[in-house]
């Protein structure tokens, strides 16, 4: 039977209690979308002016926190001028949907309200328990079923791993001491430089391409076997690993590696790496820590000057000898750890994190009116017996009414 909670504007004001007097947004029958502004240290905005029209167009009144889109090059005169309401945090946060990217100060929200960020669930379960005690229904993003065509336009995972992973690369090339495309000069021939990407998902993808635009030589690795083609697509050349099977789950991301099979990949993808110019990292499992795939013996052996730009230090790193956040010189290899790539990209970042939101919103709606279709597979994902379904693991609703939901049993289980 299918189910469907609707959700008004005036119940949740009547929920929070009063809109505050003097506040300029206008709550009449229209719904409403709140965008806070981000922690000091992000500098992204989760919506931008030109895809605030698609919101109303799904009648949503928008309204932005003063200065939220500030870091990102987003002035609050061009959300004004495409029909946004500028307000205080407590107008952002008193939406029916507040959209973020960041987990907001949820203790000023209340029951009833729709909360849609990257909630990065599996890494921070309290967190997750606090939200959903609060009664709020939680989206978290992060959690999309990528695998559904309807949920590419949507996926948040993606759009900032592309650009992670450009930057990545990028960042690489300004720091090595060294040209990266090969230049015939009358003073003599340069060599390019030789880049080894490790992993092969979006963001390794994005790099691969990134550096042969730049003249790079390209070495890459993955785990997953469907990713040769693709790398060899790109102008890469696939580190073949001996003893290599298709290490991929039913969700996308790559299976968890026995210990002796992380040691022959690190073995023979680091000896490749051993007269690399630039070495960047990729390699994520979702919801847990990253695996080290540079160890610190491996750094040992790496020419001075090399580079080592590690993707995940968020999530504990990538490179053994990693700092989150900083930039260290380790045996005379530079080691970037930058926590928040998208970040040092705001303005597009922003843009397409903004388009995802929007196309997410359009599940939300029935009728000019907030409707969760508890049976959609964006929110719950893909049924029992569809090829597309993923055991214990369901779409981006996370929380609703009190609980984690149903769809959710791994997440249940690791929250306790």
Same mark, same amino acid.
């Given at each position: ?8 504007? &005036? ?81 952002? $946060? ?30 921070? @379960? ?6 959903? +005690?609060? =009664?709020? &229904? ?13 949920? *590419? ?60 635009? $730049? =003249? ?12 040769? +083609? *693709? ?8 580190? /073949? ?15 968890? $590696? ?41 750094? /040992? ?11 995940? &230090? ?11 956040? *900083? ?35 359009? @599940? ?5 009116? $907030? ?5 959609? /597979? ?29 769809? *959710? ?8």
């Amino acid at each position: 039977m299918l189910r469907v909670t609707l959700l008004s504007a &005036t119940q949740v004001a009547r929920t929070l209690g009063v809109l505050v007097e003097d506040s300029s947004a206008k709550l009449g029958d229209k719904m409403l979308a709140g965008i806070p502004r981000e922690p000091e240290s992000e500098t992204r905005v989760a919506m931008v002016p030109n895809v605030v029209p698609k919101l109303a167009k799904l009648g949503f009144e928008v309204i932005v926190e003063k200065g939220a889109g500030a870091a990102a090059g987003y002035d609050d005169k061009y959300y004004a001028a495409k029909g946004a309401t500028l307000g205080s945090r407590a107008d952002a $946060l008193g939406a029916d949907l507040v959209i973020a990217i960041n987990v907001p100060d949820f203790d000023a929200m209340a029951s009833g309200q729709i909360l849609a960020c990257v909630a990065d669930p599996f890494r921070d @379960t309290a967190r997750i328990n606090a939200i959903t +005690e609060t =009664g709020l &229904t939680l989206c978290s993003m992060d959690m999309i079923p990528r695998r559904l065509s309807r949920a *590419q336009s949507m996926d948040v995972n993606s759009s900032q791993d592309n650009l992670a992973g450009y930057k990545a690369v990028l960042l690489g090339a300004a720091e090595v001491p060294r040209m990266i495309p090969m230049m015939m000069t009358s003073a003599g021939t340069v060599k390019p430089a030789k880049y080894v990407v490790m992993g092969a998902g979006v963001a390794g993808l994005q790099a691969i391409a990134t550096a042969k635009r $730049l =003249g790079a030589v390209v070495w890459a690795s993955d785990v997953r076997l469907a990713a040769k +083609e *693709q790398i060899e697509s790109l102008g890469g050349k696939f580190i /073949e690993v001996e003893g290599m099977a298709d290490f991929e789950d039913e969700s996308g991301y790559a299976k968890p $590696l026995t210990s002796d099979f992380i040691q022959k990949v690190n073995d023979t993808v680091c000896k490749v790496a051993q007269d690399a110019d630039v070495v960047v990292t990729t390699a994520r499992l979702f919801g847990r820590a990253a695996p080290i795939t540079v160890p610190a013996s491996a750094i /040992e052996t790496m020419k001075p000057g090399a580079v080592v730009v590690d993707m995940n &230090t968020d999530t504990g790193g990538n490179c053994e000898l990693s700092k989150a956040g *900083q930039t260290v010189v380790k045996h005379g290899v530079i080691i970037i750890g930058e926590t928040n790539l998208p970040g040092l990209l705001p303005h597009t970042a922003s843009l397409l994190f903004a388009n995802n939101l929007s196309s997410f919103a359009t @599940t939300l709606v029935s009728d000019g009116k $907030l409707a969760l279709n508890l049976e959609d /597979e964006i929110l719950v994902g893909a049924p029992e017996g569809d090829k597309f379904h993923v055991p214990g693991m369901g779409g981006v609703l996370v929380a609703h009414e009190g609980a984690i939901h149903a769809a *959710q049993s791994r997440l249940r289980e690791a929250a306790g």
